[in-house]
């Protein structure tokens, strides 16, 4: 059984992005810009976009930080977005989820310009994605088959299963692998047997958000297993899969943390690299 290093493969991720800044910056005397969005003071979303923030300037980008209050109103919010879609330095505008209840998260994310939707869930992207030609593609699932990639993992041919239909995660990663020429099933909570399906898979992802959910007995000998869960038990991070068990019978896994949860950071840089040299 092959551990799959998130952590490792983010790093070098990040690295080859700060190298490609540097050099692009020396060409065209710009930078990539990150604008984050953070409305309200939830802690567990202020983490997240201080790292996106920390790892901004780390790159070489430029951070521009927005906190808004929590009684910010739907129109102000939009007003923010019109100004950061209009600023030539914001090449990336990413809006932490959730907003609180009077803000439409979905009229929000629609009023962004699709070519600094570096989230990849504006229905422009989404449309590319499923027609197999979007530029920013969302970045969990792009940093799974980073992953799988990395690891020279063969995806053509492949059958993945994928348990969880989200849009952040099950749909994407769905669109991503049948892309790359796997042979999709994608389950859900009305999949009917759904430990024989799971058992046909070559790769198989678990998206559900339920801690220990893929047991022994749905994996197959072999399967190349990707735990995408971050579900907190006892105080405890750990993921939709139950790790022990299952490794002795995956060929590769990622681990909870560890595995999928550093590539998405790394994948948004990348998201904001990528506009940014399509704007230039
Ligand atoms: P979500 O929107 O809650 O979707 C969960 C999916 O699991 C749904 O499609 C649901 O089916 C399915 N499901 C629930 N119970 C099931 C059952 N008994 N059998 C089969 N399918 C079942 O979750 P998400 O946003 O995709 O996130 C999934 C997990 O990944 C969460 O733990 C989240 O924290 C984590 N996550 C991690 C990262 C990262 O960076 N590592 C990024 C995003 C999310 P229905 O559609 O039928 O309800």
Known sequence: M?????????????????????NLKEKTGKEPGLATVLVGDDPASAVYVRNK?????????????????????????????DELNSNPNVHGILVQLPLPDQIDSEKILQAIDPKKDVDGFHPVNVGKLVVGNALLTPCTPTGIIELLDHYGIEISG??????????????????????RNATITICHS???????????????????????????NMVSEGAVVIDVGINRVDGKLTGDVDFEPVSKKASYITPVPGGVGPMTIALLMENTLKAFKDSI
């Open 158 to 179: 492949k059958h993945a299963v994928i348990v969880g239909r989200s849009n952040i995660v099950g749909k994407p990663v769905s669109m991503l692998l049948l892309q």
């Open 2 to 22: 092959v551990l799959i290093d998130g952590k490792k493969v983010s790093a070098e991720v990040r690295n080859r992005l700060a190298e490609e800044t540097k």
């Open 53 to 81: 923030n920390k790892t901004c300037r780390e790159l070489g980008f430029q951070s521009f930080e927005n906190q808004l209050s929590s009684d910010t109103t739907e129109e102000q919010l939009l007003s923010l977005i």
């Open 190 to 216: 009305r999949t009917r047997n759904l430990e024989e399906v799971t058992r046909g898979a070559d790769i198989l992802i678990a998206a559900v958000g339920r801690a220990h959910f893929v047991t022994e």
